[in-house]
């Protein structure tokens, strides 16, 4: 057993806002060893190169969250990704970059404040009358405990938020990290305020209805959170809690239900028509443009799944929730 | 220039469980208080705590058997009085971060699951999985956040205000921008953690570097035991990063290159669950022997291969993924390579129960407190026990909160601040800024962490400590010749680190000094030349401070005995 | 060697608002020889949507769905990177919890089936692929695409989340994939790297945020356009109906007219393997394609 070696070229991005009109790269070549993360690397560039290079890190075991930031667009925790995995995956060139360039404040040190704010927005903490000398630990099983769903270990270091494409389009959005909190708390036992913490995240814009499933998030974070599944889990609370509002979404999300059990497959517009109800006039210029193109089928040629009965029973039996 | 001057009636340093605790008891009791850290809350170093926290409260346990083992651990060195105070509490305090929202692995009828841990005689750590320390960090800031605690995160703490015995607040500026402010208080508490990266082999995160030991002593105020130095058994080969207690509590086997279960030579009845310093003189005294194992043949096995890969992932997961990380090792399908790494520091800044911060041994400093790692109370003597750190920031940080309150509510008065008294971190940062000298911050930095390991670490005698003052005393002349590379003031973590470099120098040398007056060996510091231990001479707490001249001056301070003979100490 | 056969889980929009993606999907197979049986009583895969509003009962209809591959003895295939998704999840999720598998499999008895977790699920490309091989596939190219710049498009769902499909894409890592690149090359044409290739068209959110849905779209487009593409293949019909469908809003969410052919990942190898532009149902895109 002996340490292998690699030659790596990193393209390091810096940019001081004090100073710099734009960002610029710098350039080093370093043989780096099989038991190296993205960490070590850095530390070696200022402590041997560049004295003024600024990230931020801490714990450098992956679970204080500061270290984040981006190679080749990955974004990784840089005390936690092995610079053997990343010349894997993407050869020998890595570009070094702070998780959002938009936000930079100097080198790979981003401003995180919509991060915080957007954390601060769910009610981040268990609300709950807190006996201040109790006798006995509240009771809560193994099974209680389990549907939190690791939602806890998130370490806020913010990869899934800064990876998530709408957040990069509509700054309203709360972001993974945000919903995986409110899940967090919404599903444990001994929290009063899951009602009040789902209509804080229901809101248009900013709540869960504008995920776009891209699974960016999931793949984004180092702890496995696996925020998108979350997202999934209150969308379902809504519906369980019978608190869903009648929206476009809640009423699309629905329609799947409506179609299947109608025709096994979907209506695609009679369920683009009940999501969007008197809205679907917004939809006229892209429907029009597949009826030219012979992409809507006439009502009377809607295709239906063979042995319908079979999904109608099922849907009888199997259903969960009521809308 | 003008530094504006804040006012609170209390403000703490460190935002890890005990200032986080004590933060939302001085809030909740209506003070208007401030913390401050040079990180963001959620990124302390408390939320490493892998393993567990200790409270007696399974049917066969009693406070008293933690007490008992607690002391035992400690070699005799912990105050008898102190350590009861915090089993007796534990319990309460451990049932209240559950009430909190902690998210701690259960039982199958719902009670707080525990498990065994080195050096007890139950199983009686308290556990989040593998990740208690985090569950634990996120519930004490979340609950003092909710209760409108005001955090000044990535702000450094540079100096104390301190005169005629009394404490007034606190210099800082603001990592972001260099921005200055005096924060003006009844009283101060001190939380900033741990000193163990002033060794080359550390389980400990960057920002771990003890500044706040060494504002305390350029005052030329004490601090109290700081040889003893806790070396975890289990770091990561090369890295230092800890594989926690929890995998030899879950029956993780230390194997040397031969194969042998070596534990068996040093502690036979208690084997791999022997207390830390034990486990861990042994782990270096087999790769010293030269049966060592991994690239560089410095370290030795844990194999946990035998508990399948089921309970690896439900109980360990964290531990594994660290391996894989930074190995390439799978502890399901190998054994791992570990060895000794510097963890904790059981010494720190003297407080009693109530965490006033004794400026002799007769008498405290006004308005000044501290808890947590940075202080030394002492539960922990000469050794801490695992699963007893957590608890301790929590339990003190908390109860500290209160007798600050308490303290605040009988009246401390507030010595208004003035300029003059941000003038100590002025000119720190100008020398650092503006010093056009040759040497370069990392090197010394790397000479310091080298030499300490080596001279200063697990062995230690009086040729290799001797060696290691002279090292000192280079080192701190080249630190009077540094330059650094970055001038602007967005985020210049180049002169963060050279601060950071000046005090840890200036406190290693009472780790140093500690260890050469102390002629005996007893818990984690251990003379190769005086083996044993000599209660005669050394059942004592040392307390060092730095006089006008920059030479420390130590005192000894009688160990608070009890109810728990001073006996040998085996495993 | 051996006819390849799997059981084909078409998924809704090939039967409706695609049909170009059924007619291509079939003429290819026919060309490469391969066998596929479509799985007429497949119902929606939910794409998702049915997954927010009842997830037990959309575990049970997808269980349903594979059942019906496995009683036929074949693997399946997928022509929907969605479909890909949630029938991949559904297998994934009952495969690894004996419990969820059994709670399913009680409601599947009531209709006579059971799940079992025999069937691999792959999406049709990644099967061409491993199957048959790029080097088989090039051999039988008559058509080299060879004078256009092509820009994949991979679409999500296909590539995340990677535990979901690495035993089934080449292992294919969403940052860095290769597939479909390598695919054009296959057809002989000549693959555009731009920045937005493997990120999210949308889609799925069109319905509640049509603005940032439009810019997603416009995004992509437009990276491929500035890339110099000819035109733009995906595998996923979804991907399709918003990147095809939804040019003129795209363009007006982005300020500036983004025109771009896009094609079916079959109809790219239909078009490569000498199938007609009639089998290939070219003229159901309403980005007209105007280059055969």
New interface residues.
């Given amino acids: 057993m002996s340490l292998e070696t690699k030659k790596v070229n990193f393209k390091v991005f810096r940019f001081n806002a004090e100073r710099d009109f734009l960002p610029y790269y710098e350039q080093y070549t370093l043989d780096v060893t099989h038991e190296e993360v993205v960490l070590d690397v850095l530390n070696r560039i200022k402590w041997e190169f560049s004295g003024s290079l600024s990230y931020r890190r801490s714990c450098r075991h992956g679970i204080c969250g500061s270290c984040s930031i981006k190679v080749n667009n990955k974004a990784v925790l840089a005390c936690k990704e092995r610079l053997f995995d990343l010349v894997e995956l993407f050869g020998d060139e890595l570009v070094i970059k702070p998780l959002s360039e938009a936000r930079v404040v100097k080198d790979l040190i981003i401003d995180k404040k919509d991060f915080w704010a957007k954390y601060d927005a769910v009610k981040p903490y268990l609300i709950d009358d807190i006996d201040e000398a109790p006798e006995v630990e509240n009771l809560v099983s193994p099974h209680e405990v389990e549907q939190i769903l690791d939602s806890e270990i998130c370490i806020q270091c913010g990869n899934c938020f800064y990876s998530c494409p709408a957040i990069e389009n509509n700054e309203e959005f709360f972001g993974p990290a945000a919903f995986a909190k409110a899940y967090r708390f919404a599903a444990d036992v001994r929290d009063n305020a899951k009602i009040e913490r789902l209509e804080i995240v229901n809101a248009p814009e900013q709540g869960v209805w504008d995920c776009m499933k891209c699974f960016e998030c999931a793949q984004a974070c180092p702890k496995d959170v696996n925020p998108i599944e979350k997202i999934t889990k209150l969308h379902n609370m809504y519906f369980q809690e019978g608190i869903a509002k009648s929206n476009v979404a809640t009423r699309h999300a629905y329609a799947f239900k409506r179609s299947v059990e109608k025709n096994g497959l979907l209506d695609e517009a009679d369920m683009v028509l009940y999501a969007e109800r008197l809205d679907v006039i917004k939809q006229m210029p892209n429907a029009l443009s597949m009826l030219k193109v012979g992409k809507l089928p006439m009502p009377w040629n809607q295709p239906k799944s063979e042995k319908l009965d079979e999904i109608k029973k099922l849907i009888k039996s199997s259903s969960t929730v009521k809308f | 220039m003008s530094i504006p001057i804040y006012t609170y009636d209390a403000v703490i340093v460190g935002a890890g469980l005990a200032g986080n605790a004590a933060a939302r008891e001085l809030q909740k009791a209506g003070k208007k208080v401030a913390v401050i850290t040079k990180l963001h809350p959620l990124r302390s170093h408390s939320g490493a705590a892998q393993g567990g926290i200790n409270a007696a409260f399974s049917a066969k346990d009693s406070e008293e058997l933690h007490m008992y083992d607690t002391i035992k651990g400690s070699d005799y060195l912990a105050d008898q009085d102190a350590v009861a105070f915090m089993c007796n509490e534990a319990p309460k305090t451990i049932r209240w971060a559950e009430r909190m929202g902690a998210v701690f692995s259960r039982t199958a009828d719902g009670k707080i699951a525990q498990r065994p841990f080195g050096g007890q005689s139950e199983p009686r750590a308290c556990y989040a999985k593998d990740r208690t320390g985090l569950t634990l960090l996120q519930t004490s800031y979340e609950q003092a956040h909710r209760e409108g605690v005001l955090f000044f995160d990535e702000w450094y703490a540079a100096d104390i205000i301190y005169k005629n015995g009394k404490i007034s607040g606190v210099v800082a500026f603001n990592i972001r921008n260099m921005d200055k402010a005096i924060f003006n208080a009844n009283a101060v508490m001190f939380a900033t953690g741990g000193y163990a990266r002033t060794y080359k082999i550390n389980s400990n995160a960057h920002a771990n570097t003890g500044d706040g030991l060494s504002i305390v002593a350029r005052h030329g105020l004490p601090l109290e035991d700081m040889e003893f130095v806790q070396f975890h058994p289990s770091g990561l080969s090369g890295s230092g990063i800890l594989i926690s207690e929890a995998a030899r509590g879950e029956g993780g086997k230390l194997l040397n290159s031969l194969g042998e279960r070596f534990m068996s030579k040093y502690a036979p009845n208690a084997m791999e669950l022997a207390s830390r310093d034990v486990v861990a003189r042994a782990i270096i005294e087999e790769i010293r022997q030269g049966r060592g194992v991994g690239p560089r043949k410095d370290a030795v096995y844990i194999d946990l291969t035998h508990l399948g890969a089921e309970k690896i992932m439900e109980r360990l997961p964290e531990l594994r993924d660290l391996a894989i990380t930074f190995l390439g090792l799978d502890m399901i399908k190998e054994p791992i390579l570990i060895s000794a790494t510097a963890h904790y520091s059981m010494g720190g800044i003297p407080v009693d129960i109530d965490g006033h911060v004794r400026k002799d041994n007769e008498s405290f400093v006004e308005g000044f407190y501290a808890a947590g790692e940075c202080a030394c109370v002492s539960v922990h003597g000469a050794n801490r026990l695992g699963a007893n750190s957590v608890l301790e920031a929590l339990l003190f940080g908390r109860h500290v909160g209160q007798s600050m309150a308490k303290d605040l509510d009988r009246g401390i008065a507030l010595r208004p601040a003035s300029l003059e008294d941000a003038q100590n971190m002025l000119d720190e940062m100008r020398f650092v800024l503006e010093n056009n000298g040759t040497e370069r911050v990392p090197e010394l930095r790397t000479l310091l962490q080298e030499s300490m390991t080596e001279n200063a670490g697990v062995f230690r005698s009086e040729e290799t400590l001797k060696k290691e003052l002279v090292i000192l005393d280079e080192l701190e002349a080249r630190y009077k010749n540094i330059r650094i590379e970055d001038k602007s003031k967005i985020f210049n973590t180049e002169m963060q680190e050279a601060i950071e470099l000046g005090h840890m120098l200036d406190y290693a040398r009472f780790i140093v000094d500690g260890a050469l007056r102390r002629q005996e060996s007893r818990g984690a510091h251990f003379r190769e030349d005086f083996p044993a231990r000599d209660d005669e001479k050394f059942l004592n707490h040392t307390m060092a401070y730095r006089d006008a001249n920059g030479k420390i001056v130590s005192y000894p301070r009688e160990v608070v005995l009890g109810r728990f003979e001073v006996k040998a100490r085996a495993y | 060697m051996k006819k390849l056969k799997y059981a084909l889980f078409t998924g ?2 090939a ?5 170009e993606q059924f007619m291509s999907t079939m003429a290819i197979a026919d060309k490469l020889g391969i066998e596929l049986v479509v799985l ?5 895969c ?12 959309s575990l ?2 997808n269980a ?1 769905n594979i059942c019906y591959a496995e009683s036929r003895g074949l693997d399946m295939v997928t022509i929907c990177n969605t479909c890909q998704l949630n029938e991949a999840m559904t297998k994934h999720r009952l495969d690894s919890d004996p419990a969820l598998k059994e709670r399913v499999n009680v ?2 008895r ?2 006579g089936l059971e799940y079992k977790g025999t069937s691999k699920i792959q999406h049709f490309m990644y099967a061409i692929i491993e199957d048959i091989g790029l080097d088989v596939l090039k051999s039988k190219v008559t058509k080299p695409l060879t004078q256009f710049n092509i820009a994949p498009f991979y679409g ?2 296909n590539i ?3 535990e979901l499909h690495h035993d089934v894409n080449g292992g294919e ?4 994939p290769t597939s479909l690149d390598e695919l054009i090359e296959a057809c002989g044409g000549v693959s555009v790297d731009y ?1 937005e290739k493997n ?2 068209c ?4 069109d ?7 439009n ?2 779209a416009g995004k992509a487009l437009a990276g491929a356009i500035d890339g110099n593409s000819d035109w733009m293949v995906t595998p996923c019909p979804l991907c399709h109906l918003k990147l095809d ?2 040019q ?2 795209a363009s007006k969410a982005m300020g500036r007219e983004l025109k771009l052919p896009v094609l079916h990942v079959q109809q790219m190898i239909g078009l490569a393997l000498g199938c007609t532009p009639q089998e290939l149902g070219l ?4 980005a007209k394609v105007n280059f055969v």
Wanted: aromatic content about 6%.
């Fill in positions: 809704c929009t039967k409706e608002s695609t049909p007429n009583e497949a119902s929606c939910g794409a998702s949507h049915l997954q927010d509003y009842d997830d037990f009962l049970v209809l349903r409601k599947l009531e209709v999500c769902h995340r989340p990677t890592s969403p940052y860095n920045a990120k999210c949308g889609f799925h959110i319905l509640q945020s049509p603005k940032t849905s810019i997603m469908i939804q003129p809003n003229k159901h895109h309403v």
